[in-house]
């Protein structure tokens, strides 16, 4: 029988408490896809006990919500969603708990709690960071470092954007919050990226990459780009004046 | 971390590219260096089907419970990427490791059913080993075969080097210590197989020689060697409470067909249905232990964090403890928001009480197997299900609030007539009036009641009283079908009822390949050569295909389907002895053609011979 959670201490409040996660995902985790990564979270929170809360009807489902879904093929070093629990003991325990039934290639990075009326994980998003990187023998031929300042410094980088039934033109500059590029630690060249990934103007960096290439004559191959999520943030400030945070900046260790 | 066998580029371009990274929670990663034994083990058709299976999860914690081996697993790779694997020469590669099985001690492939042998060809191509196991070196992977089509084996004998007739959990282990005494003393690998050949259930093809009457039938099926056995007997585990196991099931990260912890509760099955194959290999039936099964719950739940168990047997209904078992897992299940799967248990007051705490009612369907239309056939099948007994529990369940019913046929069972036929449309209708005479108007749930007939086509099988009997031809069961939907629609009720039916050239083919013999492996070789795979999957099934190579071959597929045996036939699966012996398949044979029925082995034994085993149904004290 399995028995109750193994815990120094144990909280419970008079309502089910909201927490927000924030995992890593990297190495083969990269080809499992967004609902595949709910499935497989659900479970992992059944493997580590989490006591999460679960909704009313006659096939009860866990009260969980993700952030922004990542696309097969990414890596990522801040994914968050978030869950409610009945009781729960410290971010550290729970953290382990998890980290415990993670497959390779997961890895639960911080845990916190948010406050009653935090919007859910999914609503809050405004903004993601990327790092991009050219694959092996797909590298522009042009000096794409250098060039890229150029290319960020126009008043405008009109696109049009293909979704499933049909194309829309917009203008990509407002929806870049910042880009840049430089050599990383491993002196590898990266284009680091701040873009708008709210559900009305979420940019996908394979875009700002596309008409960055265009732009210099090039096509940019179906494969060429090695991408990183950095991480996901919320806007605190207005829609005006946006002051954008990491999901979890909402959140307090517990 | 580990290297993946396939470059980025192609796992983004596949479909479903979860299918090849192995990396699931519970697979085995062990370290080369710390092994003897590497091996893998297949399912030859696709991910989501192989990692549904549950004989493999058993010997894939069996071996891996070995210190000394690692066992991974293989699947068919899916069209997409046997297209690219093809072009660009890329070996196949066990999942866990990402190495390619090439370099494996052993490749063990389990053959669930006839139409999956193309993709035993597609595995061991893409896999680089030579088709022909003749052709093989000890440069490439001893190639096993187990599973339920071992049965009869011989249609693809000359793809195996092994077959292992029976049940995994008992001979493996002193398979692979032959083995690795073999290759630290350099023996040639033709010297291993004639060790392997000695240890029981193990059937070695290369060391057998059939010779043929002139009307194609077999004179006789010899060893080509003094000290190869005659017979082999199927392995079998007694000690089912005390086995292998696996508390930590691997679990995918897509969504398989069977995303759930499957408990086994039995082996074999007490009914003796005479069509079915299963109910005369797996005798006698052995019952798990009640507690052991409550502890392998619990734990593969907690080790899986699966949100559904169901329970896997022949005939869930017949486990004596089982409702010790189910209020166990109604309880334990309520606390963990846990669904319960329930395997078609036969519908009674106790099964309907169950199925209303476990499932949604409004949502769920009944389901009744009579098999035959009328009562005459059913007792030539010995189907013990009657029509008042069908009747009595439909009218429980409607009053319970079900509407669905879900009713399975065959058509082309041996003495079929037409009025045998016609009697599916009348139990069906009966069914209908039954839902509208139980349940008052006012009470319908959405005014109507539900009834879907399925019907499959019979395919006689070895090892079982039918393995004599002549099977329909593709014209024959369309008219059998055509009839079964004519008398459906002339029904009062014809509108509460629909009716759907099973493809006949596959049926055919299968038909072909579970009474085949050696000759048959020339047209399978040839056909895979032609491009059939995943002949199971509708979609990839090419019967003109089969039907060029077995007409380039010179394959007569009458003489395999059509022909009814005499009592005195050798059979190409004769050399094989799954338990039951061949007095007793004939006596049933009989038996069956004079419409009797036989009671099942709780009732009064039959004298089967499975009592040979010294164990299970044989030897429980008899309840009366």
């Given amino acids: 029988m399995p028995e109750k959670m193994e815990t120094q201490r144990y909280w419970k409040g008079i ?28 479970k992992a929170i059944r493997r580590a006990e ?22 097969v093929g990414l890596m990522s070093n801040g994914e968050y969603f978030d869950i409610e629990v009945r009781s729960y003991t410290t971010s550290r325990d729970m953290k382990n708990r998890l980290n415990r039934v993670m497959a390779p290639g997961i890895e639960v990075l911080n845990i916190t709690l948010l406050e009653e009326h935090e919007k859910n994980a999914m609503a809050s998003v405004a903004a993601a960071s990327y790092s991009v990187r050219f694959r092996e023998n797909y590298e522009p031929g042009f000096d794409w ?110 | 971390m580990r290297k993946l066998a396939l470059r980025d580029e192609i796992l983004l371009r596949v479909e479903k590219p979860a299918r090849y990274i192995g990396n699931e929670v519970n697979a085995i990663v062990k370290e080369n260096e710390k092994v003897d034994v590497r091996m893998a083990m297949c399912f030859p058709d696709v991910y989501e089907i192989g990692m549904s299976h549950l004989g493999i999860q058993i010997l894939y914690d069996m071996f891996n419970s070995f210190e000394d081996v690692w066992c991974e697993r293989v699947y068919s790779p899916w069209v997409d990427l046997d297209k690219i694997m093809r072009e660009e020469n890329i070996p196949l590669f066990g999942l866990e490791s990402q190495e390619p099985i090439k370099d494996l001690d052993f490749l063990a492939i389990t053959i669930q059913y006839e139409m999956c042998y193309t993709n035993i060809l597609q595995v ?7 088709l022909i196991a003749k052709e093989r070196t000890w440069e490439y992977p001893i190639v096993i075969g187990g599973g339920p089509c071992t049965y009869n084996p011989e249609p693809i004998a000359e793809f195996f080097d092994i077959f292992y007739i029976g049940e995994g959990e008992t001979r493996y282990r002193e398979l692979i210590n032959i083995y690795k005494e073999a290759r630290r003393k350099g023996v040639s690998r033709t010297e291993f197989l004639r060790r392997a050949a000695k240890v029981p259930g193990i059937y070695v093809p290369a060391f057998y020689q059939v010779e043929y009457k002139e009307d194609g039938t077999i004179l006789a099926m010899k060893p080509t060697e003094k000290g190869i056995p005659e017979k082999i007997v199927k392995e079998i585990e007694m000690e089912v409470s005390d086995t292998y196991y696996p508390r930590k099931p691997v679990v995918p990260f ?203 086509f019979f395919i006689p099988k070895p090892f079982t009283p039918f393995q004599w009997a002549g099977m329909c031809t593709k014209d024959e069961f369309l008219d059998k079908a055509y009839i079964t939907r004519t008398s459906i629609k002339e029904q009062l009720n014809q509108k509460s009822i629909k009716y759907n039916w099973h493809e006949a050239d596959a049926s055919v083919l299968e038909g072909v390949f579970a009474r085949g013999d050696r000759k048959v492996s020339q047209v399978i070789l040839k056909a895979y050569e032609k491009g059939c795979i995943f002949d199971a999957w509708s979609e990839y099934f090419n019967n003109d295909m089969w039907l060029e190579a077995f007409e380039e071959c010179g394959v007569n597929i009458g003489f395999y389907t059509a022909r009814e045996r005499e009592l005195e036939e050798v059979f190409p699966w004769d050399f094989l002895d799954c338990g039951v012996t061949k007095e007793f398949l004939k006596r049933e044979w009989k038996k069956a053609r004079n419409e009797t029925v036989s009671p099942n ?8 011979g499975a009592n040979r085993f010294a164990g299970g149904v044989c030897f429980e004290e008899k309840q009366m």
């Fill in chain 2, 601 to 608: 082995c709780r009732m009064q034994c039959q004298g089967c």
């Fill in chain 1, 15 to 42: 309502q089910d408490m909201k927490l927000r996660i924030k995992f890593a995902k990297f190495g083969a985790m990269r080809f499992i896809g967004h609902l595949d990564m709910m499935r497989y979270f659900q």
């Fill in chain 2, 124 to 130: 061991l191509e893409l896999s680089q080993i030579p």
């Fill in chain 2, 254 to 456: 897509i969504k398989v067909t069977q995303d759930r912890v499957v408990l086994e509760i039995q082996r074999g099955c007490i009914r003796g249905c005479r069509f079915c194959q299963a109910g005369q290999l797996y005798r006698p039936v052995r019952e798990r232990d009640v507690e052991m099964l409550k502890k392998y719950a619990i734990d593969m739940l907690k080790n899986t964090g699966h949100e559904e168990i169901s329970l896997s047997s022949l005939s869930s209904s017949d486990y004596s403890k089982l409702p010790e078992l189910i209020d166990f897992l109604i309880e334990e299940c309520r606390q963990r928001n846990i669904n319960i799967s329930l395997p078609s248990l036969r519908i009674d007051a106790f099964s309907l009480d169950v199925m209303s705490k476990v499932q949604d009612v409004k949502k769920s369907s009944l389901t009744f197997a009579p098999e035959a239309g009328s009562q005459r056939l059913r007792d030539v099948i010995n189907k013990g299900l009657t029509e008042s007994v069908i009747l009595e529990g439909a009218a429980m369940a409607f009053k319970g609030g079900w509407t669905r019913v879900k009713l399975y046929f065959m058509l082309g069972l041996p003495t079929e007539t037409e009025e045998d036929i016609r009697g599916i449309g009348d139990l069906c209708n009966k069914i209908a009036s039954t839902f509208f005479e139980t349940v008052p108007k006012e009470k319908r749930v959405n005014g109507k009641v539900q009834i879907v007939a399925s019907t499959s």
């Fill in chain 1, 145 to 254: 470092v250098s060039q890229s300042a150029l290319f960020y410094r126009k008043s405008a980088i009109p696109v049009t954007k293909k979704t499933k039934k049909s194309e829309v033109s917009l203008d990509l500059k407002p929806a870049i919050y910042s880009m840049s590029a430089e050599i990383d630690e491993a002196g590898i060249p990266v284009m680091r990226l701040l873009v708008d990934a709210s559900s009305s103007g979420n940019i996908k960096p394979s875009l700002v990459m596309e008409t960055f290439l265009k732009e210099n004559g090039e096509e940019l191959s179906e494969f060429a780009l090695i991408i990183t999520r950095e991480n996901t943030f919320t806007n605190i400030g207005t829609e005006e004046e946006p002051k954008l945070v990491p999901l979890d900046a909402v959140g307090k260790s517990f």
């Fill in chain 1, 50 to 71: 989490i006591d999460i809360a679960y909704s009313e009807g006659f096939s009860p489902h866990q009260i969980m919500s993700f952030a922004a879904p990542l696309g």
